[in-house]
Every structure is written in C-alpha cells, then in structure tokens.
T-cell receptor, first 112, second 115 residues
Framework: KQEVTQIPAALSVPEGENLVLNCSFTDSAIYNLQWFRQDPGKGLTSLLLIQSSQREQTSGRLNASLDKSSGRSTLYIAASQPGDSATYLCAVNDYGNNRLAFGKGNQVVVIP | KAGVTQTPRYLIKTRGQQVTLSCSPISGHRSVSWYQQTPGQGLQFLFEYFSETQRNKGNFPGRFSGRQFSNSRSEMNVSTLELGDSALYLC??????????????FGPGTRLTVL
C-alpha cells in the first residue's frame, strides 16, 4: 500500500523567503505525482503534475522536482507572498489504478 | 470551461438517515473519483467511475456507494449515516482512460455534518 508523508505538518516563513516543501512515498512504481493547494474549507487546486518519466515541472514561481528512485518530490515556491498561505498536498497516482494517495499536507503561513 | 461542480455545498443530517451527493465533471472528462477528507484521516479515496462503471474502490464499508450516468455526472450515496461520516466529500474529474491517468481536477466539495 502506497504511503505518502509530508513533513513538517506546519511551517511559517517571512514574506520573500523561498519555500521548500518535501513529499516522500514508499512505492516508486508511480504513474504520476500531483501537487495541490487547499485553502481552508475549500476544494483542491491543482498546482503541478509530474509524470513518472519527468524530473521536474515549472509554473511561474512554482517548481516541483521528482526523484522516483528515492521516493521523493520537492515543491519550491520562490519569493513567497502572504497569498501563498494555504495547505499544500502531495498525491501520487500508482500504476494500475487511477486513485490518488495523499499526504497529510504542509500548512504554510507566510508572515508579512 | 466550467470546472467541477458539486451539489449541495452543505448538508446537515442525523444519524441513521441517508444522503446523496452530486458531482458534474468538466466537460469531456469521463473519469470521476470521490474522496473523503477528515481532520484525522486526511484525504481518502472512495471510488472511481469511468464510462458508467466502477473502476476502482477504496476501503470503505458498503454503506458508501456511487454511480455514474451516461453524461458522466456522478452521484454518491451514504446510507445509515454515522457520526464519523461527517467530512468534506470531494469529487475529482480527469480525462483518464484505459491505462492513461491524467491530471485530476477537484470540485469545491460537499460539507456533510451528521448530528
């Protein structure tokens, strides 16, 4: 069974600092990995999708890397802003089924 | 292009009742998945439907069921509600078909409270 871990559960950074969020998974036989953002009481917003054959994906200030062999992904958010305050969730999609296994998330607060 | 929509957004029920939640996927998406989110367990996969067939199922009791219609809209039903069923229920749609699994897009969720 795929297990996804995100540590730390919560973190605070001053505005302008770069954010580094880590995700680890136990089974490297993944099809893809997706990073989401969730604001309190809301649904999930897809940020980046990385296919298993890719090493990284970029969108604006966001960059996600994937090291499938070591079971790790990292989400970088450059020059953080107060609007980046949210919970960030990592989810992996295993080969053989279309079901996402989620980590518990990193709750991020960017301090003005 | 409209996103994933879910109705109703909020529901309050009492123990023992049953509830039906609805999800309309993004136009053209044939895969619809359902997830339960609670503070303690996080996000857990319930089931996935593709072309009106349940393709995957998570580890939830038989009280949780679903279906998908020919227009890809999906409903989820929970019978004999328990207090522990209180959660945010999220629906996701994707273009996934066959062995190709694409990006999943989530709706705003239905907040179910069981009293």
């Amino acid at each position: 069974k795929q297990e996804v871990t995100q540590i730390p559960a919560a973190l605070s950074v001053p505005e302008g600092e770069n954010l580094v969020l880590n995700c680890s998974f136990t089974d490297s036989a993944i099809y893809n990995l997706q990073w989401f953002r969730q604001d309190p009481g809301k649904g999930l917003t897809s940020l980046l999708l990385i296919q298993s054959s890719q090493r990284e994906q970029t969108s604006g200030r966001l960059n996600a890397s994937l090291d499938k062999s070591s079971g790790r992904s990292t989400l970088y958010i450059a020059a953080s802003q107060p609007g980046d305050s949210a919970t960030y969730l990592c989810a992996v999609n295993d080969y053989g089924n279309n079901r996402l296994a989620f980590g518990k998330g990193n709750q991020v607060v960017v301090i003005p | 292009k409209a996103g994933v929509t879910q109705t109703p957004r909020y529901l309050i029920k009492t123990r023992g009742q049953q509830v039906t939640l609805s999800c309309s996927p993004i136009s053209g998406h044939r895969s619809v998945s359902w997830y339960q989110q609670t503070p303690g367990q996080g996000l857990q996969f319930l089931f996935e439907y593709f072309s009106e067939t349940q393709r995957n199922k998570g580890n939830f009791p038989g009280r949780f069921s679903g279906r998908q219609f020919s227009n890809s809209r999906s409903e989820m039903n929970v019978s004999t509600l328990e207090l522990g069923d209180s959660a945010l229920y999220l629906c996701a749609s994707s273009l996934s078909s066959g062995q190709s699994y694409n990006e999943q897009f989530f709706g705003p969720g239905t907040r179910l409270t069981v009293l």
